[in-house]
């Protein structure tokens, strides 16, 4: 694919704006030349900002996708529409990046897999910590086998008070779920991709509704309206592989708690281990003797280095166009993200029935 991949943004909100546009407009090989919003103004600022001089603007993805130079779409909707914008843009026989979680339901996500396999078209979901300096040193060292088996995890999303008051992040409806399909899906894409363990047993999970009813709570984006919080405001889990390993994943946006630790794992494993807590640290035991070792990543580029380091939104957005040009596997598996989204359904469930999930 020599020419520029014309790339359609469906979905001009916050994570467009604050992630996928900027990223996108950085590689030169990428055109964005459609945009789509149910507030059309919003679409439209989003041409105007980043679209070439005769970007198209719509306000039905429908029509978008009728559309056949488009090459990509990038799918930024709320949660509630992510399978049926992914499916529907593949069956028009383009690839798709979809924002995370992959959809609601665990049965949309498989329906996104198998219209992909369908079409032979690729599909991604937006898993954007993986592209972090520390995500990606830790994920070589466990694929070395540095840490040995790795038999006990936790996965990290805790926020003391920082509940998303914008938007439809309170909306189970739209979202699904709160801090568990928000910010818990990034820790527990992160700590299965660092294991590479993807085949669970059993889950034991328990959301909870402990904070949401509080009025006038201190918050960092301004205090929440109890009425509208209709989600959990923190959830736990011990989720069981099939291999006998362990994970532990715990998530809030409002916690009485000072340890807040967000998009973050802590490995154990036979040979070493190694957490996200200060920067990234490492232990175990040489010569008869423990150890802890600290890697200081550099993240902002290197002193001498003329000009910009790539920000980890950057690096996805430029794999993922490599991808679709070189026809070769995004770093983000869609089977992957359909095991994360089959966990976190299965948290809320067992959540629900007070019963352990067996897959």
């Known amino acids: 694919m020599s020419k520029k991949v014309k790339v359609a943004i469906i979905g001009c909100g916050g994570i467009a704006g604050g992630k ?39 306000e039905d993805y429908k029509e978008l996708l009728k559309d056949s130079t488009i090459d990509v779409i990038h799918v930024c909707t709320p949660n509630d529409s992510h399978a049926d914008i992914s499916i529907a843009g ?28 369908r079409k032979g078209k690729k599909l991604t979901v937006g898993y954007n910590n993986r592209f972090r300096p520390d995500s990606r040193y830790l994920k070589g060292v466990c694929e070395a086998g540095e840490l040995g088996e790795i038999y006990f995890a936790k996965a990290h999303a805790i926020r003391r008070r920082a509940v998303p008051t914008w938007g439809v992040f309170l909306d189970e409806e739209k ?31 328990k959301s ?49 708690i000072l340890d807040e630790k967000e998009a973050k794992c802590t490995l154990c494993g036979t040979l070493g281990g190694a ?38 939104a950057e690096l996805e957005a430029r794999l993922w166009i490599e991808s679709v040009v070189n026809d070769t596997d995004p770093v983000v598996l869609p089977e992957q993200a ?22």
């Open 90 to 117: 593949l069956e028009s026989g383009k690839h798709v990046m979809c924002e995370k979680p992959m959809a609601k339901t665990a049965a949309d996500a498989r329906r996104m897999v198998e219209a992909a396999k």
């Open 275 to 312: 957490d996200m807590d200060n920067g990234l640290r490492f232990n175990g035991e040489k010569n008869s003797r423990l150890y802890t070792n600290s890697v200081m990543l550099n993240t902002s580029g290197v002193a001498f280095f003329n000009g910009e380091a790539e920000s980890d």
């Open 20 to 58: 996928h546009m900027p990223s996108l407009a950085k590689l030169e090989n990428v055109e964005m030349v459609a945009f789509c919003d149910v507030i059309a103004e919003r679409a439209q600022k989003a041409a105007a900002d980043f679209g070439t001089p005769d970007a198209k603007v719509y």
């Open 338 to 359: 359909v095991v994360v989204s089959e966990i976190l359904e299965a948290i809320y469930e067992s959540s629900k029935t007070g019963e352990a999930i067996y897959f």
């Open 208 to 256: 909870h509704r402990k904070l949401a009813e509080t009025e006038n709570a201190a918050n960092a984006f301004g205090s929440w309206n109890p009425e509208e919080f209709t989600v959990e405001d923190s959830a736990f889990a011990m989720i069981q592989m099939k291999n006998g390993a362990t994970i532990v994943l715990e998530t809030s946006w409002a916690l009485n």
């Open 175 to 205: 979202q699904g779920g709160g801090p568990l399909i928000d910010i818990g899906t990034h820790a527990l894409d992160l700590t299965l991709w660092a294991m590479n363990n993807y085949e669970p047993k059993v889950v034991l999970g």
